[in-house]
């Protein structure tokens, strides 16, 4: 008899998966099961919730119970799975337990803290449960601090400063979106965020957080003390891979999957933030829509490889659109850059002059799908 697919979480990945098989297959049996309420919100929308003043119940798209009507599948709530037996096809949580002819992981990823202490200080805004924990506490706060000056800290730096708080941008890199881009690009940014008001502090160490008389004190290592109602922490997320990895599944930065989303175990899968694919990380949108088609693909009999385009990354700064794609991060690029009232473009080429990477701003964005073709 057959005991179809179980699906781990009930973010995009997972909801996105369910979607794609339901397209090839309306009757193989699905169970998914989440430790949440498994209703659909958009997760990009945390990045403007205090500027358009949303709560994090108006976040909510559609139930749980009209998701499972809608799309013929069994949901399993509130429930943390704790264990995989592979060897018996079978995972384990909250003294149940479920058989599966496949089984998907798609765990997401977590925000990740500083090793400092009174870490426990701070908030992390990852999901629509984490925001109703402490929104209360954001909206009423005047001064925040944010901990990261990544995609994520300059996108809630802005939304912050439009919601009309103090803001202050603390990140140990010696520019902001360091990861994503060369100093002379990001700066563009780093200039507009400036003007609205947010005081930028990069090349900055945390040292430790503490309760003050009148908020929480977060000292740095250059020996500045910043006094603030809240801290968040925005440098980065991990993989949630620790049921992978006590399944005995090979796990690097985040579960290592091959070109089909297959895991080290026959008959697991991965999907999502939690998938490591050609030794990378991608938690973007378009990366998880086709990863979906193609899982969705295999787990009905197929043989399908994903195969990704150069992806194109758009950053939810509205003051000052931004949108890059390809090999942004590589330091032997050679980037040609020309600004203006319009905005901002930047090409970055190798040695070969062949383009490899680009960034546009603001005016200049319609640039982006014309050299995402020449990349």
């Known amino acids: 008899m057959s005991q179809g697919i179980v699906i781990i ?6 909801r996105q998966l369910v979607k794609s098989i339901r397209k090839l297959d309306a009757g193989v049996p699905l169970t998914l099961i989440a430790a949440d309420s498994i209703d659909e919100y958009n997760k990009p929308d945390l990045s403007h919730v205090m500027s358009q003043g949303q709560r994090a119940d108006e976040m909510t798209r559609q139930r749980a119970g009209e998701f499972a009507e809608q799309f013929n599948l069994r949901l399993v709530p509130d429930t943390w799975v704790t264990d995989i037996d592979a060897d018996n096809r079978v995972v384990k949580g909250n003294g149940q337990q479920w058989h ?6 798609a765990t997401g990823s977590s925000a990740r803290l500083p090793p400092v202490e009174g870490r426990e200080l701070l908030l992390t805004l990852n999901s629509q449960q984490e925001y109703r924990a402490c929104e209360s506490r954001l909206i009423d706060a ?3 601090v944010i901990l990261g000056g990544g995609l994520i800290g300059c996108e809630l730096a802005m939304d912050f400063c439009r919601a009309g708080k103090q803001v202050t941008v603390v990140d140990n890199s010696p520019s902001l979106l360091a990861s994503l881009l060369p100093p002379e690009v990001s700066g563009r940014l780093q200039h507009k965020l400036s003007a609205m008001g947010i005081e930028i502090l990069t090349g900055q160490q945390l040292l430790m957080l503490e309760r003050g008389a009148t908020g929480l004190e977060v000292r740095l290592a250059s020996g500045r003390v910043l006094e603030v109602d ?8 991990h993989a949630n891979s620790d049921l992978a990895r006590r399944a005995g599944l090979t796990v690097n930065q985040g579960i290592v999957v091959d070109d089909g989303l297959r895991t080290s175990r026959e008959h697991i899968y991965a999907l999502g933030d939690c998938a490591e694919i050609n030794g990378r990380l991608m938690p973007f949108l378009q990366p998880i829509l086709l990863g979906a088609m193609t899982l969705a693909k295999n787990l009905l009999g197929q043989n399908a490889s994903l195969k990704l385009p150069a992806m194109l990354v758009k950053i939810k700064t509205p003051e000052l659109p931004l949108q ?3 090999e942004t991060r590589r330091n032997d690029l050679n980037w040609q850059i020309s600004t203006g009232p319009e905005g901002l473009i930047a090409k970055g080429f190798d040695q070969a002059q062949k383009l490899c990477a680009f960034v546009v ?6 640039q982006a799908f014309a050299l995402l073709r020449e990349l």
């Open 324 to 326: 890059l794609a390809g």
């Open 230 to 237: 809240e801290a968040i922490s925005a440098i980065g997320l």
């Open 361 to 366: 701003s603001e005016g200049q964005v319609p």
């Open 9 to 14: 979480g009930s973010g995009f990945a997972a």
């Open 142 to 144: 005047r001064r925040v």
């Open 100 to 105: 599966y002819d496949s089984l998907v992981l």
